[in-house]
Each structure stands twice: as C-alpha cells, then as structure tokens.
C-alpha cells in the first residue's frame, strides 16, 4: 500500500485547506484511513479517522467541530477538510491506513501504512 499526501500550505489565521491522501496497491474499501499530525517538539497525535465505508468519524477534542474528514471509495483517496485555522494547527499532516472493518483506530501505533506527509502553517 502507498499513501500520497497533498494539500497543505500556508493560510492566515480562520482561513480553510484540505488535505488530499490517495491510496493505491489494495482494496481502498478494505481499509480505515486517519489523519495524523506532529508539530516541532510534540509527539505525533491523532487529528482524525474515519471507518472503511464512510460511516464513522472521529476526531480530536482540539479540531473537533472545525475539521471534517472524508473518503472516495471510488477515487480511493481521503480528504480533511479544516476550518477555521488557528497556530496551534501549524504541523506536518500525515495521513495513515489500517486494513480493518470492524473497528476505526485512533491510536498511532494502530495504523501500520503511513504517506509522506504534508507542512501546514498557520500564520496570525
């Protein structure tokens, strides 16, 4: 499995992006996606994730009600769309994969198929 991450950049303060993860060398459908992030001199925390057909979501408390996350079955890509962006949102963004239905992981050493990466800074 290969992930791609895409999307990320630079936006002021309350400004939007969304990050792109496209999937490839499996059944996308067979897998739960999350996204992940690790800012300098934090340890990598859990943004988001969301169960293999779509149905499930969860979130951390701190982009709760500002991020939503997505997926394209079709496409086989995942999406996180953020909102109202603030500093403490400034991180590199992973997204990540785990081939499972039954439950969504939301714990970094859950997921075992790991993307590059993307740099998002949140500038006042």
């Known amino acids: 499995v290969q992930l791609q991450a895409s999307g990320g950049g630079s936006v002021r303060a309350g400004g939007s992006l969304t990050l792109s993860c496209s999937f490839s060398?499996?059944?996308?459908?067979?897998?739960?996606m999350g996204w992940f992030r690790h800012a300098p001199g934090q340890e990598r925390e859990f943004v988001a994730a969301i169960s293999w057909g779509g149905g499930e979501e969860y979130y951390s408390e701190a982009v709760k009600g500002r991020f939503t996350i997505s997926r394209d079955n079709h496409k086989n890509e995942v999406y996180l769309q953020m909102d109202s962006l603030t500093q403490e949102d400034t991180a590199v963004y992973y997204c990540?994969?785990?081939?499972?239905?039954?439950?969504?992981?939301?714990?970094?050493?859950?997921?075992?198929?790991w993307g590059q990466g993307t740099q998002v800074t949140v500038s006042s």
């Open positions: 060398g499996r059944t996308f459908s067979s897998y739960a």
């Open positions: 990540a994969a785990r081939r499972i239905r039954i439950a969504v992981p939301t714990q970094t050493d859950e997921y075992d198929v």
